[in-house]
C-alpha cells in the first residue's frame, strides 16, 4: 500500500501553513520584528528585550516608549497615512485571516469524518473549536501582521485532536492490510479521493481569496514605502521600521 495515509496526516496537520502560503502569493512577503496591537484607537508596536520596547501611533502623532517625540511637518503628515491605511486594511485583514482559518478547518474536518475512531463526536468539537477560535482572532483583528498567527492559534486545536484522528487511521489501515488485497486496495483509493477532494477545496477558497491578498498586499507595500520614508530616528539613529516587505536582509 502507498504511503498515502502518512501524507493525509500531513495534509491536515499543514493546512494553515499551506492557506496562509497562498494567500501571501505574489511575491508579497509580510514581515515585522514587531508585535501589533490596537489601545483604543490608536496602533501599539512592542517587542519584549529591546530598546525601545515600545511604539505609538495615533492621531497623526508618535509616542516612544509612552512620550510623543517632536516630528517634523512631513513626518506628521506620514505617520497620518501610516494610522490610516492601517485603518483601512482592517477589515480586508480580518476577512483574510477569518477565510484562513475556516480553509484549515474545513480540512481538518474532512479528515476527521473519513478517519477519526468516533467521526460524529470529534466534528463536532472541531465545530465547537473553530467557532472560539474565529472568536480569538476577532478579539485580535491585528494578529495576522504576525505571519504565523494563523498557525499559532489553529496549531494547538490540531495538536488536540491529531491522537483521535491518527487512531481512527490506523485502525482502519490495520484493518485494511490484514483484511485482503481487495480492502487494501479499497482503503487506499479512499484516502487517495479524500486528498485530491481537500486540495480541490482548499485551492478554491484560497484563490477566491486572491483580490483580496491582493489588495491587502498593495496596502502593506504602502505602508512599508511611507515608514521608510520618515525623517524621524530613534535615540540609536535607526529608523522605525515597523513593517518589512520582502524577505529580511542577511547580516
Known amino acids: 500500500m502507498k504511503p498515502s495515509l502518512l501524507a493525509l496526516a500531513l495534509l491536515f ?21 514587531w508585535n501589533v496591537n490596537m489601545h483604543r484607537r490608536a496602533f501599539v508596536f512592542s517587542r519584549e528585550g529591546h530598546d525601545p520596547a515600545e511604539i505609538g501611533i495615533g492621531g497623526g502623532r508618535l509616542f516612544v516608549d509612552g512620550k510623543e517625540m517632536k516630528l517634523s511637518e512631513a513626518d506628521h503628515q506620514r505617520i497620518s497615512q501610516i494610522e490610516r491605511q492601517m485603518t483601512e486594511s482592517l477589515p480586508v485583514l480580518h476577512d483574510i485571516v477569518v ?5 484549515a478547518f474545513s480540512a481538518l474536518t474532512e ?5 477519526a475512531s468516533d467521526p460524529k463526536a470529534t466534528v463536532a468539537d472541531l465545530q465547537r473549536a473553530q467557532v472560539r477560535v474565529r472568536g480569538e482572532m476577532q478579539d485580535k483583528p491585528l494578529a495576522a501582521f504576525d505571519g504565523d498567527a494563523i498557525g499559532k492559534v489553529v496549531e494547538p486545536v490540531v495538536a488536540q485532536f491529531v491522537p ?3 487512531g481512527g487511521a490506523v485502525s482502519s489501515a490495520l484493518g485494511a492490510a490484514f483484511g485482503g488485497e481487495q480492502k487494501a486496495n479499497d482503503f487506499e483509493q479512499r ?36 515608514d521608510d520614508s ?16 520582502g524577505p529580511r536582509d542577511k547580516d
Do not use: W, Y
Open 99 to 103: 477565510e484562513a482559518v475556516d480553509i
Open 111 to 115: 479528515v476527521a469524518r473519513g478517519l
Open 164 to 166: 483521535d484522528i491518527i
Open 13 to 33: 496537520a499543514a493546512a494553515p501553513v499551506a492557506a496562509h502560503t497562498n494567500i501571501r502569493g505574489h511575491q508579497c512577503d509580510i514581515g515585522s520584528d
Open 191 to 226: 484516502m487517495t479521493r479524500m486528498e485530491q477532494q481537500i486540495n480541490r477545496n482548499v485551492d478554491k477558497r484560497a484563490e477566491a481569496l486572491e483580490p483580496k491578498a491582493d489588495e491587502l498586499c498593495s496596502r502593506l507595500k504602502s505602508i512599508d514605502a511611507i
Open 230 to 245: 520618515l525623517e524621524f530616528r530613534l535615540p540609536d539613529g535607526e529608523p522605525l521600521d515597523l513593517l518589512r516587505v
